[in-house]
């Protein structure tokens, strides 16, 4: 008997409790697929998909599937269903002609009488359809309107709606249940949005993206709201936020003609970024955030290019912050510039520890970033109780031994400074005068080309001035706490947009 024959045996001899288990854990496209191991693999997938609760119509399921495909299919699933219950649905469809939107439309009227509790409907699949408002998309056949009886599922606790026409009913009273809200590329006017934020009273987190059918968004009655997201929003001129719980935030704005942001009184980190920052859109709403921050303990700050003209009457005393993280943003690189421009106008006199992840783009190398970096003289700082600085990003360019530098400096107790180096660094040496590189790779054992960065790191920094006797200078090929901004992008459903 071979191994395969073996392990075949071995999974057919697990209980079908076992099995079930199994198959709970794995998308619904794939459990059809089991189905054909053999008689009793067809048999237990059967039963499964009798009393399933979850039902995952996403990209694998409709994988090499045209539209009247993937619909046949749903409906005889769905034909099969006999539990009482269904917790989660997920759908991805491009609804192509009527027949197909009254096949949805049955769909959600079947989860919903289920008593589903978590509904991700997305519907224009492979197409791509901005909302900029309900003239623009009336006459497309992908578009889909939500069915009004949504709104009244009261079981419904996380709702995420992409890609569709959201037409409130009148005197709208539903999703009083929903404590997750997400909508992308969703028509909403900004009467709806009023409606519907008034309604949920139980809302705990919020997403806004890309839903540019909004001029004004104002979160003022989500006394409950831990974490909001407004994401490319660009249409809105308009954003006030009033939430004495929210403690996370992620704004990407273009212009703002009004912007409050009041009683942020929980706030511990904050995204600010955007596309066309140079506008004053970005650095108008960060001069009104920082000052609400000055109470918090840990803070991070996930910026970019920050312009010294725009700030320059910014000046902001954190007396209380412990930890800081300045995280580079993929749409703006994030320089020793930025940061000696941050301290300059932001006193952290108690700050214990600091995270800086640096750009992923070689400045020396790239006419464009070099072009938009401001020259920024290091301030006089002395920061008093800083023990530990990590700077992520490392690439031993001048610019980054000169930030490490600044630190080692200016910090009398500092403990430790530790220096990662890129992930996607080759090992290189850098040519031309005055360029010093370092080594890398993304090996974690220990090697000749790890064994030369540190020597070369090690002797630049060796005669700098330093303000801590004892300073350990440690450098690492590669960070294994993970990538910080694209977990937070997930905390905010933004995630993809990190990877465009």
């Known amino acids: 008997m071979n191994d395969q024959e073996e392990a075949k045996d071995l999974i057919n001899e697990l209980p079908d409790a076992v099995l ?9 496209k794939h459990v059809i697929t089991s189905s054909s191991v053999s008689k009793r693999w067809a048999e237990i997938c059967a039963q499964h998909l009798e009393y399933a609760t979850t039902l995952d119509f996403g990209e694998e399921f409709a994988k090499n599937q045209t539209p009247n495909q993937f619909a046949d299919n749903i409906n005889k699933i769905l034909n099969l269903i006999k539990s009482e219950k269904i917790f989660k649905f997920k759908l991805l469809f491009s609804p192509r002609n009527e027949k197909h939107k009254s096949n949805a439309i049955d769909w959600i009227k079947f989860v919903t009488s289920k008593g589903v509790e978590q509904i991700e409907l997305d519907f224009c699949r492979h197409i791509h359809i901005h909302f900029l408002s309900r003239a623009h998309i009336v006459g497309k056949k992908e578009a889909f309107e939500l069915p009004d009886f949504l709104f009244d599922c009261s079981t419904l606790v996380n709702v995420r709606l992409s890609r569709c026409i959201l037409a409130l009913p009148q005197n709208y009273t539903g999703f009083r249940g929903v404590h997750t809200l997400c909508l992308k ?8 949005l009023h409606s519907l934020l008034c309604s949920c009273t139980l809302l705990e987190v919020l997403a806004l ?15 409950r709201l831990k974490r909001l997201t407004v994401y490319e929003c660009f249409n809105a001129s308009v954003i006030e936020i009033s939430g004495p719980m929210i403690r996370s935030l992620l704004i990407s704005a273009g212009h703002l003609d009004v912007c409050k942001m009041e009683d942020m009184l929980m706030l511990e980190e904050v995204f600010i970024g955007t596309r066309g920052d140079e506008f004053g859109g970005v650095l108008y709403l960060f001069m009104k955030v920082l000052p609400d921050l ?13 312009v010294p003209s725009l700030i320059k009457d910014l000046q ?6 412990l930890e800081l993280q300045l995280v580079n943003s993929p749409l703006f690189g994030l320089f020793n510039s930025d940061v000696y421009c ?7 006199p108690s700050l214990q520890k600091i995270y800086i992840e640096l750009s992923t783009v070689s400045e020396e190398e790239n006419f464009v970033w070099e072009y938009r970096k401001p020259n920024v003289v290091p301030v006089n700082y002395v920061f008093n109780n800083l023990k530990t600085v990590t700077l992520r990003n490392f690439r031993g360019t001048i610019s980054d031994i000169e930030l490490a530098a600044y630190f080692l400096q200016r910090s009398p107790v500092l403990e430790s400074i530790i220096l990662i180096a890129p992930q996607s660094l080759n090992a290189k040496k850098s040519a031309g005068p005055g360029k010093e590189q370092v080594s890398g790779s993304t090996s974690s054992k220990p090697n000749q080309t790890n064994r030369g960065m540190q020597m070369d790191v090690h002797g630049m920094l060796r005669y700098r001035p330093k303000a801590s006797p004892t300073v350990e200078i440690t450098i690492f090929e ?23």
């Open 342 to 348: 941050f301290f300059r106008h932001c006193a952290c």
């Open 185 to 192: 590329e969703v028509h909403i006017t900004d009467c709806m």
């Open 209 to 223: 993206k890309e839903c540019a059918s909004l001029s004004s968004i104002r979160i003022v009655s989500s006394a």
């Open 294 to 306: 000055a109470h918090v303990t840990a803070l991070t700050l996930y910026l970019g290019h920050l």
């Open 316 to 321: 902001v005393k954190f007396n209380n912050l």
């Open 478 to 500: 590669f960070d294994e706490g993970g990538d910080h901004l694209l977990s937070f992008y997930k905390w905010h459903y933004v995630s993809d947009v990190y990877c465009k």
């Open 20 to 28: 079930h288990f199994i198959l709970s854990k794995i998308p619904t």
